[in-house]
């Protein structure tokens, strides 16, 4: 297909990408539209620098590799660069999404009418001021090729629907969401009760909630709050990229470095269904499954080529670009705390007064970490209480490691296919992330 300059690295994405996108208002379609592309990004290496370009026109792949070249410097020993080196170069095809899954093949009206056939549990409700809804899809085939004999054809794609949710009484507001994301269309249906109660929760939150009293909790965090933890918090900080030339992140990530309680293990997943999933990166790499912390210990960091040289240590797979536009960088897949061994009820009852976080806005953080919940209640004498309202969660995050007490024992992994994690100026990547309900000793709750 193309023919590789000699004394150089160089590989080609090529990326075929289908996506639905549809927006309602108050049952009024704001958007409703479907969109292809055909794109290429190509990288050319002479081991001291990367050369990019990227273009929609296919037929130019060999004149953008040439002009690459051109401004490159060839080196007869690139293969033995430690860069070079490191890359795998696979060869086949791994397509999951075909047939009945494929969400290219699926009707617009069904996808449609998904999203319609909901509209029913909540319009018109007691203080539901506003409603929107939406629903995408993405599904995209890559073509892999490099000149150290990479040629590889991959699939993934996403669908998910999201509900946004504004209450009022008088002066009291409140923003809820309800959102369902997965690799197969088909799972998209069936979740009309899981919405509408999460509505009468929201309702009930809004008339009931009183403020809480600031100060330092025991806190039982969700698998979505225990997910977004774990990839804000953690996970980020896992991305080797950060620790090239920082000699004070290098002193802190020591490989085999006690961090958090010997129940806790944090994981970073590519093959897992959902939307993280990725089969192979954006460097060729086969998806792994990568312990960051294992028993409390540190155990691993995310990698690309250039980050896995530098350290000398394997590839794992994480080298993810946005899109067709962007050069491959360290991004997370599904980042997720594993389960423990304790039901929900044990992990509740030795708590004589707690908070528990089930639903949030938004997390973040690195050395800090904050999380902002959005439903939260208290526990008292090793039972759910009231509904409580809290501004925000927060913590040091080696400190919160080692106050992880108790996990429960099921995994919650979640796919919201809106919005996605931000670095640099790639946002948003598909990612996923979840966990056990989690207990945590004296977190600082206002």
């Known amino acids: 297909m193309v023919d590789f300059p000699t004394g150089l690295y160089t590989d080609v994405r090529i990326e075929d990408v289908f996506e639905t996108s549809i927006q309602v208002t108050l049952g009024e379609v704001e958007e409703r539209k479907e969109k292809t592309h055909r794109a290429a990004f190509i990288r050319v290496y002479d081991g001291r620098r990367w050369y990019y370009a990227a273009t929609s026109d296919l037929d130019a792949i060999q004149a953008e590799i040439d002009a690459l070249a051109a401004m490159a410097a060839p080196e007869p020993g ?40 909901y509209w029913p549990l909540i319009d018109g409700q007691p203080d539901l001021a506003m409603w929107r809804t939406n629903y995408v899809d993405r599904r995209a085939v890559k073509h892999f090729l490099s000149s150290k004999g990479a040629d590889l054809r991959f699939d993934a794609q996403r669908a998910g629907f999201r509900f946004i949710l504004s209450l009022a009484d008088g002066e009291d507001k409140l923003i809820e969401a309800y959102q369902y994301g997965s690799t197969r269309f088909q799972d998209l249906q069936g979740k009309g009760e899981a919405l509408a109660e999460r509505y009468r929760e929201a309702r009930r939150f809004l008339h009931e909630a009183i403020e809480i009293e600031p100060g330092s909790y025991t806190t039982v965090l969700s698998p979505l709050a225990a997910g977004v933890f774990a990839h804000e918090s953690f996970g980020h900080k896992s991305e080797a990229d950060f620790m090239l030339g920082d000699e004070t992140m290098a002193l802190e990530w020591q490989i085999g470095k006690n961090v958090g309680a010997e129940i806790l293990s944090i994981v970073d997943d590519g093959t897992l269904p959902g939307s993280g999933y990725t089969p192979y990166d954006d460097e060729g790499t086969r998806a792994n499954k990568t312990y960051l912390i294992r028993k409390g210990v540190l155990a691993g960091r995310l990698h690309n080529s250039v980050t896995a040289a530098s350290m000398e240590e394997e590839l794992t797979g994480n080298a993810r670009a946005m899109s067709f536009e962007y050069e491959p960088i360290v991004r997370q897949t599904t980042t ?29 953080g690195m050395s800090t970490f904050t999380l902002a919940p959005t439903l939260a209640y208290m526990i008292r004498d090793g039972k759910i209480a009231e509904p409580v309202k809290v501004s925000v969660v927060t913590g040091n995050v080696f400190e919160t490691l080692g106050q992880i007490d108790g996990l429960s024992d099921e995994l919650e992994l979640l796919s919201f296919t809106m919005g996605g994690c931000g670095k640099m100026e790639q946002f948003p990547l598909p990612v996923g992330f979840g966990g056990p309900w989690v207990r945590v000793q004296g977190l600082n709750v206002q």
Request: proline share 6%; no cysteine.
């Open 78 to 117: 690139i293969a033995a660069h430690p860069v070079v080196h490191a890359f795998e170069a696979h060869q086949g095809e791994m397509m999951r999404f075909t047939g009945a899954d494929d969400v290219s093949q699926i009707p617009q009206e069904e996808k449609f009418a998904l999203l319609a056939g």
């Open 336 to 364: 997720y705390i594993e389960p423990g061994d304790l039901s929900f009820e044990e992990l509740l009852a030795p708590i004589a007064e707690g908070v528990l976080v089930k639903t949030i806005k938004h997390g973040s």
